[in-house]
């Protein structure tokens, strides 16, 4: 993490897992976790899942619009992962995991090794803390999609969590989910068996398909 101390006040390139790219302002970096701020648009980037940066030469030295807080609160001295979900939740944001989508909604709890996260497209969802690419906060008095509060449950699940994502899936078993947003058709289907780091899943056609746990990124129910 020292090496990269001397990249923050610059702008630069972040390569991140799964052939993503982001570009803006390095304006701080704590033990796990740096901040990105492009225009209005603050990136809080996981640094296990940060490839490479590198300083950004053809990018414009015009000063950027946007305020000198970050939206969320935290102490620079203390920045963490962990600490940034604690903060953000029960706030608007955009959450990067897998595939070619975005998930829009809020953080409802967070626990060892995943977090809980409600969307009002998904619903209720299980997100791998060790698979989320960068979070993005809303600005003020925006709202996902619009909607009103109504629409947006400030207790949208009523079930007991478990302390890990495999424990969580566990609790799964006997329901039909789908896995990574259901960008592969073999991680929609019936939840068997999550047992010894792998998951047993019925898909449509009646084939079994044994997923490692490690590798999956989210989880939510049909």
Not at 111 to 130: E, G, L, Q, R, T
Not at 146 to 163: A, C, H, M
Request: charge should be neutral.
């Amino acid at each position: 993490m020292r090496v990269l101390q001397q990249f923050v006040g610059q702008q630069v390139i972040v390569d991140i897992s799964g052939n993503n790219i982001c570009k803006g302002k390095l304006i701080d970096l704590g033990l796990d976790i740096m901040v990105v701020v492009n225009e209005q648009q603050f990136y809080y980037i996981p640094l296990v899942n940060v490839q490479n940066v590198k300083l950004n030469s053809e990018s414009s030295t015009e000063p950027e619009n946007r305020s000198d807080e970050t939206p969320i609160d935290y102490q620079a001295d203390s920045l963490s992962f962990r600490k940034i979900l604690n903060a953000a939740k029960g706030q608007f944001v955009e959450i990067y995991v897998t595939g070619n989508k975005t998930i829009h909604g809020y953080l409802t709890s967070i626990m060892n090794d995943y977090f809980v996260f409600y969307s009002p497209v998904y619903k209720a969802m299980f997100v791998s803390m060790n698979h989320l690419k960068w979070l993005i906060p809303y600005r003020s008095n925006h709202t996902p999609y619009s909607l009103n509060n109504q629409s947006l449950p400030l207790s949208p699940i009523n079930i007991t969590l478990s302390r890990t994502f495999e424990e969580q899936c566990k609790k799964l078993e006997g329901k039909l989910v789908v896995f990574d947003l259901g960008d592969n058709t073999k991680k929609i289907g019936f939840l068997q068996k999550a047992d010894s780091d792998f998951i047993e899943l019925i898909n449509a056609n009646g084939d079994k398909v044994f997923w490692n746990l490690q590798h999956l990124k989210t989880v939510y129910t049909t």
